[in-house]
């Protein structure tokens, strides 16, 4: 599950060259903006036939945090 999302965020921003760990922010080490995270979360949703809440995408720090998600809701 872990590649899968960081393939979609990889595709999304463009950071083929950056290492994502479980712990790697989203605005702080990749530079995501909030329309690039709407984005992410789109296609997330997409990928695995999901609905994620505003509530939840606002409440996602680091990667980790949008696998679990991903996994609890799939």
């Known amino acids: 599950m872990f590649e899968k999302v960081v393939g979609i965020i990889r595709e999304q921003l463009s950071v083929e060259d950056k290492e994502i760990t479980m ?4 605005m702080k080490d990749l530079e995501a903006d909030s329309l690039d995270a709407v984005e992410i979360i789109m296609a997330l949703e ?3 036939s999901i ?3 505003d509530t939840e995408a606002e409440g996602f720090k680091c990667i980790g945090d949008i696998v679990k998600f991903v996994e609890a809701n799939k």
């Open 23 to 26: 712990e790697t922010s989203l």
């Open 46 to 48: 997409d990928e695995f």
């Open 51 to 53: 609905e994620i809440p």
